[in-house]
């Protein structure tokens, strides 16, 4: 096994309408963003690898091993942190009882989860606010609480959606230096900060309309509108020229 999650003929949607069809997908280690449109199927497809949501057709494998019931997704959430858009979380609780809960559901041994809970909590910056009740933090902290839950426990898998909305410049920086700082871990973040990917991931794959239109490296993204286009940086330029010739909607 070479990949840490992989997915085959995967279809999803919601009613009669079909978000995507017959996706193949195969990732190892390393960090991989997904840009899209609003709409393109990425929050969809974050869920449904995060086995939060069963595929309507198709399989997931993670870690090796097939999705095939509630059980096995219950195994493989062990190894996979979720930071949804909108994450949910009892306003009440303090920032350590929030990770600590997340530690207890993804099955920390008792004996290590308050060390393990400090050290996420440390390694988003919040050891400062550890008692503070999450109802009274800045939008920024929220994000970084809900990155420390994504993390606690040191997951193989991490799936991260729109993680930098509501981070400051210098906290985007930080949280740039922490995905870095990751080893043997395959990261999946979808965002539309471009910048944010061109900083920091391997691979980039551009979802339009619930199809993948492209899959490679930052600098291979960056290289496709070699005569400048939409966009200000190569990359932006690069990726609008994608989504240019896969209008929304052509799939
Ligand atoms: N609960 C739902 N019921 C019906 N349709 C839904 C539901 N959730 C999402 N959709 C539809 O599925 C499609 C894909 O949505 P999704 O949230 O996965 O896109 P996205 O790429 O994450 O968009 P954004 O960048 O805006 O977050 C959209 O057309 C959306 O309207």
């Known amino acids: 096994m070479d990949f840490t999650v992989g997915?085959?003929?995967?279809?999803?949607?919601?009613?009669?309408?079909?978000?995507?069809?017959?996706?193949?997908?195969?990732?190892?280690?390393?960090?991989?963003?997904?840009?899209?449109?609003?709409?393109?199927?990425?929050?969809?497809?974050?869920?449904?690898?995060?086995?939060?949501?069963?595929?309507?057709?198709?399989?997931?494998?993670?870690?090796?091993?097939?999705?095939?019931?509630?059980?096995?997704?219950?195994?493989?959430?062990?190894?996979?942190?979720?930071?949804?858009?909108?994450?949910?979380?009892?306003?009440?609780?303090?920032?350590?009882?929030?990770?600590?809960?997340?530690?207890?559901?993804?099955?920390?041994?008792?004996?290590?989860?308050?060390?393990?809970?400090?050290?996420?909590?440390?390694?988003?910056?919040?050891?400062?606010?550890?008692?503070?009740?999450?109802?009274?933090?800045?939008?920024?902290?929220?994000?970084?609480?809900?990155?420390?839950?994504?993390?606690?426990?040191s997951p193989r898998l991490v799936l991260l959606d729109e993680p930098t909305v509501g981070l400051d410049p210098a906290q985007r920086l930080e949280f740039r230096d922490l995905i870095r700082s990751l080893e043997n871990v395959t990261v999946i973040l979808s965002t539309h900060l471009v910048e944010d990917v061109a900083a920091i991931c391997n691979e980039v794959i551009v979802m339009s309309s619930g199809s993948f239109v492209f899959r490679g490296t930052p600098g291979r993204l960056s290289s496709l509108a070699p005569n400048g286009g939409i966009g200000d940086t190569p990359m932006e330029q690069g990726y609008m020229s994608i989504l240019e010739s896969h209008p929304a909607g052509t799939r």
Do not use: C
């Not at 996979?80 to 990770?99: A, E, H, R, T």
């Not at 008792?110 to 996420?120: A, F, G, I, N």
């Not at 994000?143 to 993390?151: E, H, Q, Y």
């Open 7 to 153: 997915a085959s003929g995967l279809s999803q949607g919601h009613g009669r309408n079909e978000i995507f069809s017959g996706l193949q997908l195969q990732i190892g280690v390393g960090v991989f963003g997904l840009l899209g449109p609003n709409g393109a199927g990425k929050t969809t497809l974050l869920r449904t690898l995060a086995t939060v949501t069963p595929p309507r057709a198709g399989s997931i494998e993670i870690l090796g091993k097939p999705i095939e019931s509630e059980k096995d997704a219950r195994a493989a959430r062990r190894h996979i942190g979720f930071l949804p858009q909108d994450f949910g979380y009892y306003p009440s609780f303090s920032v350590y009882d929030f990770v600590h809960y997340s530690a207890w559901l993804r099955e920390v041994p008792s004996k290590h989860s308050r060390e393990e809970t400090l050290r996420v909590i440390r390694q988003v910056g919040l050891e400062g606010r550890m008692k503070s009740r999450m109802k009274s933090l800045s939008g920024g902290m929220l994000r970084r609480a809900g990155i420390a839950s994504a993390l606690v426990g």
